[in-house]
């Protein structure tokens, strides 16, 4: 029997579909997206406020500092007379030397080594874990009992270093008393303090590289240092240049080792460094304005260095 026809009216109007609906509200799809994402919006929130209060604001200061000077209480605005007297010291030329020569001995040292260590750990196939947390270990040491472990080695009366030299027959050396010496120990103290992180960058580099690719090289009959310059180098490239920038700006901003070692100057001003340099104006001569402009004068450097290096890496991929 068929079905009456309001029956089936109603039948009808239940199957089909709800008719359209009007834009939405822009006001109303935003709060509904900000009740959505109300927690990530309070920590980006927080993490903003943390970096310009602690990043953002320094920043500013000491480029307003850089062209003041505070006399009696008063801030009075002086232009470039900081930078007059920070260029007229003579230690400003002798501590960009020898930062620039921390700078050149790190990256021989603290940029091959690591890489190195990272390649022989790569071959073991048993003990990596071990391995990785060993040459970690020293990063996790606080920089003071690093410094003080460093100090024994080098001291020249009981130290192991000259105990070492000793029974090889060999002459002992002052290490941090001599001033054609103290640069080089304190570069190798910073590398050994420094280098775990590095390393397990560079090991998470190595492990990413497709194995046929050495495989490829070994049917072509490449030895061991073939097969790094030619496979390991090229598919670590970006990592490579990545830390050869970060190694650079930060041995640019060298203090804690120079300054716990040699006690910031070293012997005959051998280890004093731009940033320790920036210390003492600012804590032992209270004047910040030559402390800001000279840290000023590293920003400006290091900002140029990084421009520069982007953009020739940029056009060489090019």
């Not at 300054?259 to 004093?272: I, Y």
Request: proline residues 7%; contains cysteine; hydrophobic residues 50%.
């Amino acid at each position: 029997m068929p079905a009456p026809a309001a029956t089936r009216g109603e039948a009808a109007h239940r199957l089909a579909p709800p008719p359209p609906r009007g834009p939405a509200s822009p006001r109303g799809a935003f709060g509904r997206s900000l009740r959505r994402n109300l927690t990530a919006h309070g920590f980006l929130i927080g993490a903003v406020i943390c970096f310009a209060v602690f990043s953002w604001y320094p920043m500013v200061r000491e480029f307003l500092l850089a062209f003041q000077k505070t006399e009696s209480g008063d801030t009075v605005w002086v232009g470039l007379d900081n930078l007059r007297t920070v260029f007229n010291d003579p230690a400003f030329w002798q501590a960009w030397r020898n930062t620039l020569l921390f700078t050149v001995l790190a990256l021989v040292l603290g940029f091959a080594v690591p890489f190195v260590t990272a390649v022989v750990i790569n071959e073991f196939r048993q003990g990596q874990s071990y391995l990785r947390l060993l040459v970690y270990l020293p990063v996790m040491l606080p920089p003071v009992a690093s410094v003080l472990l460093f100090k024994y080695l080098y001291d020249p009366g009981y130290g192991l270093l000259n105990e070492l030299l000793g029974f090889l027959h060999l002459p002992e050396q002052q290490w941090l008393q001599d001033p054609d010496l103290s640069m080089l120990s304190v570069v190798i103290a910073a590398t050994w303090m420094n280098m775990g992180g590095a390393t397990l960058i560079y090991l998470a580099a190595l492990q990413g590289i497709p194995g046929e690719l050495y495989e490829a090289a070994e049917l072509d009959g490449a030895g061991l240092f073939r097969k790094i310059w030619h496979v390991t180098v090229p598919q670590t490239r970006l990592i490579l240049s990545l830390m050869l920038l970060m190694q650079v700006i930060a041995t640019m901003q060298v203090f804690v080792e120079p300054f716990l070692l040699t006690g910031g100057a070293g012997p005959e001003g051998s280890t004093t460094t731009v940033v320790y340099l920036i210390y003492q104006y600012a804590f032992n001569f209270n004047n910040y304005g030559a402390a800001a402009a000279l840290g000023l004068m590293l920003l400006v450097l290091l900002a140029g260095f990084s421009a520069a290096y982007v953009k020739l890496s940029r056009a060489e991929d090019e």
